[in-house]
C-alpha cells in the first residue's frame, strides 16, 4: 500500500497546523515523519487515519491497483502518541480484544499473540494486568496492539517513547521485519540516530510546511549543511589565524578549537575541500585530519534553525 499526499491543510481557528503539504509513502518502505513539537506532524497524522478531517488537498491510498480516499479499520494499524490500553486487564485480553475489534479469528489471533510476545520476551507475563509492565514493556504491548491484525500499513506516532536502548533496537529489528513482510510503515519519532539507520526515506517539517524530504543521500543534498572537517594540530593557533579562517573563508559556517588542539570547521553543502585545504595548509600546522559527513541530528537542527530564521526576515 502506499500513499500520496498532496496540498494537505488542515487550520484549527486562526493556526495552520499543516500549510500545502505534498509526500509519498510507497509501498513496502519505511518512512519517517519528523519534527519539533508543533511543526504538524500529529495533525498529518491524524488526518491520514481519519481522526480529523482535512480543510483542502488530497489524501489518496492505493493497493492491489484500487484507490481509497479514507480506509477502513482493518486495513491499517495505528499507534497514537496517547496511550489508551485498559490498565488492569490482562496482556492476554487486551490483545484479544484488540484483533476481535480486528476481525481476526480466536485461533488466528493467538497464533499471533504468543508469537509476537514471545518475541518481545513477555510471553510469561502474559496473563499480568498491563500496569504491573514497566513503561518501555507497556510500550511493546502497545505497538503489538495495532498491528497484531496484519496490516497492510502501520502509522506509528513516537513509537521508541519509553524504551531503553535494548528495547529501541528490538523495535527497530521488529519495524523491519513488518517491512520484510510487505508491510509499509509511517512513523513519527524524535531519536534521530535510529530514524537514520531505520527510515528509507524521511520527510522533515516546521510550521506545517515540509523543509527536507527524501532519502538520506538527497536530503544531505539539499540540506545548506556540509561536511564537518576536524583538524589536528601541532600547536595552539594564533587568534588571529582563527579570525582569518571565520572572515576569510566563505564556505566555512564555524569554527571550534577544543583543548586537544583539534580544530572543527563546519562546512557549507557543495564545498571545494580540496582547494580550502590546500589554503589551510599554508596558514596551520596540520598534522592529522578528518572528513565527517553531517548526521540526522545535525541537518535536522541546521534546517530548522533556517527555517525558524527565514520567518523571523518574512515576519
Known sequence: MHIDVNSLSKRYKNLTAVDALSFRVNSGEIFA????????????????????????????????????TQLDSDQFGYLPEERGLYQDVSIHKILHYVAALKGMRKADAEQQIQ???????????????????SKGNQQKIQLLSSIIHRPELVILDEPFSGLDPVNQEKVIQFLKTLQQQGTTVLLSAHQMSLVEKLADRLLLMANGKSVLYGNMDSIRTESTLGSELQLELASVPETAQLDAIRQGFDDVCSVTLNKANNLHLQLVSGCQIPNLLQQLMTMLPIINLQLQQPGLHEIYLHALSENTTGSQNHA
Open 33 to 68: 515523519i519528523l519534527g519539533p513539537n508543533g511543526a504538524g506532524k500529529s495533525s498529518t497524522i491524524r488526518m491520514l487515519v481519519g481522526l480529523t478531517s482535512k480543510d483542502s488537498g488530497d489524501i489518496v491510498f492505493q493497493h492491489h491497483e484500487q484507490s481509497f
Open 115 to 133: 508469537h509476537w510476545l514471545t518475541e518481545f520476551e513477555l510471553a510469561d507475563r502474559q496473563k499480568e494486568p498491563l500496569k504491573s509492565l
